[in-house]
């Protein structure tokens, strides 16, 4: 009591801290599970008699296939960005101080603007007599319009143009912690540039990288009207089958059950990097 | 969705600069683009009633979201389609409306109320009604299209738009095939799915948001598309014409009902009372694009409009219409099942 009295800061911080976590994280997750074990109602959406009946619907290989369908998009999405944010974060840590704070404001400035208005502005862009397709032909680059829209492809440049920032962020911080006289020893004990990118800046790197993966991979499965809006609504996602089940088919108990197989997906690729962190921990010591 | 984000902005802003005084407020819970801005304008001016317009592009999400709300009473007014307004009835979601606060009724089309949806319309007052048919891109396509069956043909490979409906689009698939589009037989169902999963390499999009755009985007030729939509299209793209399938158009008939514990009836009562108005549904029917069930409106319209067949069809455009009908839960989870095996592409 007195030490709490003594750090009354430190109090009001845990206080508010686990208040929005008891009452915003676990109290409507804790309803999720509720739901996911209820029995489907038409009248009221959920009643009793408890049962896993959602969890057996799930096993339908249909589900498993959007799902992999789903792991596939979301998968090509964090290469696309781990390609394209990798050497953009080591740019960025090069740059004089100054500004690298500017690049980072600009890096940032997008989310100022809610994503779904930008993934409609991507779609003029991307449409068959959109922004893209008209500069290119006026070019002369091409001479028929390419059909981007509603393809696959472009529901990953909707997807990897909403997440690059989270591939960036983590690893712009590993490459500023990355510690120049470490590499400057490689160098001195007669390694080559590759040799010392493969065996000391990955390395270093690789919680960066990590930590940018799950930040991409685990949302892009869940941004349902991305694939609604650039997709035409053909390449569904976990997120978009969640949506439906809720919204057209009125079935809470699934949508639910669908919800948490894939918060405890993320659950078990967290773990998985936990793992990994201290494994490479180890080897680093 | 984009329509939603900007009725939030719009709320936020209303409510920003709401001063002192708070102005007497209607929310309404509509269709995108289905109530000219003119409209909502006019009533404030007349009326001092701010409207707070939301829209959704789904009876389903309509309902569920009213369904949700139903205690924090969220809207006054909104529009479902004829077979959710008998479910949402025999749900115990609506207030009885009061007749004696609406002037205009006895102007409407006899055919269009007192349906078996709603007998005597103790609940609901027909808003507009219109048809989901054919739409073809003439200075694209070559040859004729004049039926459902037509969307099938080899050449619109890549080409074809559909709603992003459910029921539209087995409607189509169960039309071919040469049964009800109300079907809840699941053989059928069943049957329609299977003939629409060869419809689905020619599928470039479905919409539901705006149906007309993808035409006018120019991503897609031939497909589906909603007669409203069509006349409005047509503005900026003449080429684009709107055909009555040989099988059977899709109908419906959309009406104003107020949620049982909305906030404010008196102003739901005003409203569709203004909307009544026949220089009102005029205007409506002319700027949207879709039929008044207001005879007095029908009258006042210019001819263009009065005489289009894509709002106004005549009598053998209609031969093989079908109404949209309450299917029950049962058939509901058999067309949620077998849409989502054909979004997914199985």
């Known amino acids: 009591m007195r030490s709490a009295l003594q750090q009354p800061f430190k109090t009001a911080v845990l206080v508010l801290v686990w208040g929005w976590l008891l009452f915003l994280v676990?109290?409507?997750?804790?309803l999720v599970v509720g739901a996911s074990v209820m029995t489907r109602d038409p009248g009221s959406f959920i009643s009793l008699p408890i049962t896993l009946d959602a969890y057996r619907q799930l096993l339908n290989p249909l589900y498993l296939d959007v799902f992999l369908h789903s792991l596939y998009m979301a998968s090509m999405t964090t290469l696309v960005c781990l390609v394209i944010g990798y050497p953009f974060a080591w740019a960025l840590s090069k740059v004089p101080r100054q500004r690298q704070v500017l690049l980072i404001f600009l890096l940032i400035v997008p989310f100022w603007t809610n994503s779904l208005v930008r993934t409609y502005a991507l779609?003029?862009?991307?449409?068959?007599?959109?922004?893209?397709?008209?500069?290119?032909?006026?070019?002369?680059?091409?001479e028929e319009p390419l059909k981007l829209l509603?393809?696959?492809?472009?529901?990953?440049?909707?997807?990897?143009?909403?997440?690059l920032p989270f591939m960036i962020l983590p690893l712009y911080s590993v490459f500023e912690d990355l510690r120049e006289d470490l590499l400057r020893a490689s160098h001195d004990l007669g390694a080559g540039h590759f040799a010392t990118f493969v065996h000391v800046i990955v390395p270093l790197t690789l919680p960066?990288?990590?930590?940018?993966?799950?930040?991409?991979?685990?949302?892009?499965?869940?941004?349902?009207?991305v694939p609604d809006i650039l997709g035409g609504s053909r390449n569904l996602l976990v997120g978009n089958v969640i949506k439906n089940q809720f919204l057209d088919a009125r079935n809470w108990p699934f949508g639910a059950a669908a919800s948490i197989v894939l918060t405890l997906t993320m659950a078990f690729l967290m773990f998985a990097h936990r793992l990994s962190k201290r494994r490479i921990g180890e080897e680093g010591a | 969705m984009k329509k939603i984000a900007l009725a939030g902005l719009l709320a936020v802003s209303l409510t920003g600069c709401g001063g002192s005084e708070e102005p007497e407020v209607l929310n309404l819970y509509n269709w995108s683009e289905y109530m000219p801005q003119e409209v909502l304008d006019r009533f404030t001016e007349e009326t001092g009633i701010q409207v707070v317009y939301t829209t959704y592009d789904s009876n389903e999400a309509m309902y569920a979201r009213l369904k949700l709300l139903d205690d924090s009473a969220a809207y006054d007014l909104a529009v479902p389609s004829t077979y959710y307004v008998s479910k949402?009835?025999?749900?115990?979601?609506?207030?009885?409306?009061?007749?004696?606060?609406?002037?205009?009724?006895?102007?409407?089309?006899?055919?269009?109320?007192?349906?078996?949806?709603?007998?005597?319309?103790?609940?609901?007052?027909p808003y507009l009604w219109g048809t989901t048919g054919l739409a073809v891109d003439t200075a694209?396509?070559?040859?004729?299209?004049?039926?459902?069956?037509?969307?099938?043909?080899?050449r619109f490979e890549g080409r074809v738009m559909l709603t992003n409906d459910m029921r539209e689009v087995f409607h189509v698939g169960l039309r071919v095939l040469g049964y009800s589009g109300n079907?809840?037989?699941p053989e059928e169902i069943e049957a329609a799915y299977e003939k629409l999963t060869e419809l689905m390499p020619s599928v470039r999009t479905f919409n539901s948001d705006a149906p007309r755009m993808?035409?006018?985007?120019?991503?897609?030729?031939?497909?589906?598309?909603?007669?409203?939509?069509?006349?409005?299209?047509?503005?900026?793209?003449?080429?684009?014409?709107?055909?009555?399938?040989?099988?059977?158009?899709?109908?419906?008939?959309?009406?104003?009902?107020?949620?049982?514990?909305a906030k404010n009836p008196e102003a739901a009562h005003k409203f569709i009372n203004f909307v009544l108005k026949p220089e009102i549904s005029a205007l409506i029917s002319e700027e949207i694009g879709y039929a008044t069930p207001n005879l007095a409106a029908r009258d006042l319209l210019p001819e263009e409009v009065a005489n289009n067949r894509a709002s106004y069809p005549n009598a053998t455009d209609m031969v093989n219409a079908e109404f949209q009908t309450d299917i029950g839960d049962e058939a509901l989870q058999v067309y949620a099942k077998y849409w989502e095996m054909l979004k997914s592409g199985q």
């Open chain 1, 26 to 30: 676990f109290t409507p997750n804790l």
């Open chain 1, 123 to 142: 779609k003029l862009m991307l449409a068959t007599n959109g922004l893209l397709n008209n500069a290119l032909m006026s070019l002369g680059l091409i």
């Open chain 1, 150 to 163: 509603y393809s696959e492809g472009a529901v990953i440049i909707g997807l990897v143009y909403l997440l």
């Open chain 1, 208 to 225: 960066g990288v990590l930590a940018g993966v799950m930040l991409v991979l685990l949302p892009a499965m869940g941004l349902f009207f």
């Open chain 2, 88 to 125: 949402m009835r025999q749900e115990d979601l609506l207030m009885p409306i009061d007749r004696s606060k609406i002037d205009g009724f006895d102007n409407l089309d006899p055919e269009l109320v007192d349906l078996d949806v709603d007998p005597d319309n103790k609940y609901s007052v």
């Open chain 2, 140 to 154: 694209d396509v070559e040859g004729e299209v004049t039926a459902w069956e037509d969307l099938w043909d080899e």
């Open chain 2, 183 to 185: 079907s809840t037989n």
């Open chain 2, 214 to 261: 993808p035409y006018l985007e120019g991503e897609t030729d031939v497909g589906m598309i909603w007669n409203g939509e069509a006349v409005m299209a047509q503005d900026t793209m003449p080429a684009l014409e709107y055909v009555y399938p040989e099988e059977g158009i899709i109908a419906w008939l959309d009406s104003f009902v107020i949620p049982k514990n």
